[in-house]
């Protein structure tokens, strides 16, 4: 099938590669001239594990192309995915003029029937407005589909290659049938393709990532109990994971939920809850448990070493708000580095991927970069651990001992033991253990 996708952001870009990879032919549309120069030359923009393989092998095999002119893209395009940015406004309302334009220039260049697709993540009813705005400017019949993408940062590709679901809403058979055809490579294990309404599709994805965000702030809240009771919040997980009714997953304690998804999708549903006249308490509680839970680990830090921190040198691991990512969006480590600056202490800290990003959008100048794990150590009062990835799990604690000025770690993610930090001679701090 002929494809094209308006929008080269991690959305538009992953779903554009992955579209090929299956045998589409893709044109991904982009209006920054530079980014799809890059693209062109196989270089990336974002990180994200496997698609740069899949990107570079595609367009040398002449399945994926990239460019500014939406005439060299949509024309004889079966379908036409938009995603967009809808960054949120300040009330929390997703911003559509991007969406809307899109349409417009789609409408424009149509050369015969095609099915447009909100792959964005846009609140209930923008389907019916992207179809308002298109039929002023379409002279060729089209139908409009709610699509939304389910992908989790660090493992896009395979949440795309092998979905748990395809949701595809639509009010026309003909768009349908375009997109079981679609879609139908990624599903043949016998995942479901579930067809429903536009607007409860729109829906559904801002109620899986509400869902998400709220698992995450209760074992927050778990957590916060613990450390107040005595108990350990890691094997309260265990015992209520293990019913099949809840699972284990999104269960665990830490530093609270960032990115780009969760933050803006929570506020979006708690906005469209008000425009339906409904007081959506419980999201309205996850965000504030959320924003709390990030200047959790800090006051750790304080109490422990009083509210000045004028002299204090601190080591931080992790920058990207999950691993295997380069995002900071809504990161935890901004508000704890944020926090330490603030209070007169000094950071060195060491991200896999994301230190480019701390540099140029967050954090600049202001702290210090290592150049690996063991460089941010040395002559460091403690060791802050923000983001778990795997390289950070098994460190040489005797290493990390010696280097620190004292031995001192506090750990947002539990992914050490007390017992053993203890044992070898550390003061640590967990969330809830």
């Known amino acids: 099938m002929r494809i094209a996708v308006i929008g080269t952001g991690y959305v538009g870009l992953v779903a554009g590669t992955c579209f090929a990879e299956s045998g589409n032919t893709v044109t991904c549309v982009d209006i920054d001239a530079a980014k799809i120069q890059r693209l062109r030359d196989g270089d990336v923009p974002i990180y994200e594990p496997g698609l740069e393989e899949l990107l570079k092998r595609n367009v040398a095999d002449g399945r994926l192309k990239f460019t500014t002119k939406y005439e060299e893209a949509v024309p004889n395009a079966h379908a036409v995915?938009?995603?967009?940015?809808?960054?949120?406004?300040?009330?929390?309302?997703?911003?559509?003029?991007?969406?809307?334009s899109a349409a417009e220039s789609i409408a424009k260049s149509m050369t015969g029937y095609t099915v447009i697709v909100d792959k964005s993540t846009v609140p209930v009813g923008t389907a019916r407005k992207v179809k308002e705005r298109a039929a002023k400017f379409a002279k060729h019949p089209f139908d409009v589909v709610s699509n939304p993408e389910f992908l989790k940062e660090g493992a896009a590709i395979d949440d795309f290659l092998k979905p748990d679901r395809v949701v595809i809403g639509s009010e026309s058979k003909k768009a349908e049938e375009v997109m079981d055809e679609l879609y139908a490579p990624f599903v043949r294990t016998g995942n479901p393709i579930i067809h429903m309404d536009i607007e409860s599709a729109e829906l559904t994805k801002y109620a899986a990532n509400a869902m998400l965000a709220t698992?995450?702030?209760?074992?927050?809240?778990?957590?916060?109990?613990?450390?107040?009771?005595?108990?350990?919040?890691?094997r309260v997980r265990q015992g209520i994971g293990s019913?099949?009714?809840?699972?284990?997953?999104f269960l665990f304690a830490g530093l609270g939920y960032g990115g780009s998804c969760f933050p803006k999708d929570v506020k979006a549903v708690v906005r469209t809850a008000e425009d339906?006249?409904?007081?959506?308490?419980?999201?309205r509680a996850v965000e504030e448990v959320n924003e709390r839970q990030k200047g959790l680990l800090f006051e750790m830090v304080q109490k422990h070493y009083g509210p000045k921190l004028a002299g204090k040198r601190f080591a931080v691991w992790g920058l990207a708000f999950k691993p295997n990512t380069d995002d900071m969006r809504e990161a935890p480590s901004v508000v704890v580095i944020e926090a330490l600056l603030a209070a007169g202490a000094k950071v060195r800290a060491f991200d896999p991927e994301a230190m480019h990003e701390a540099k140029a959008r967050h954090l600049g100048d202001r702290i210090e970069y290592a150049a690996n794990p063991m460089d941010a150590l040395p002559g460091a009062d403690a060791l802050i651990l923000v983001t778990e990835w795997n390289e950070f799990r098994r460190p040489d604690f005797d290493a990390v001992k010696e280097a620190l000025k004292t031995p001192v770690v506090f750990d947002g993610r539990n992914i050490y033991s007390r017992r053993r930090l203890q044992e070898a001679g550390f003061t640590y701090y967990g969330i809830g253990t």
């Open 81 to 100: 995915f938009i995603a967009v940015g809808t960054p949120p406004d300040e009330d929390g309302s997703a911003d559509l003029r991007y969406v809307l």
């Open 215 to 234: 698992r995450i702030s209760f074992m927050n809240e778990i957590a916060n109990i613990c450390s107040r009771v005595g108990a350990n919040v890691e």
């Open 243 to 249: 019913d099949a009714r809840i699972g284990s997953r």
């Open 276 to 283: 339906a006249g409904y007081d959506f308490k419980i999201l």
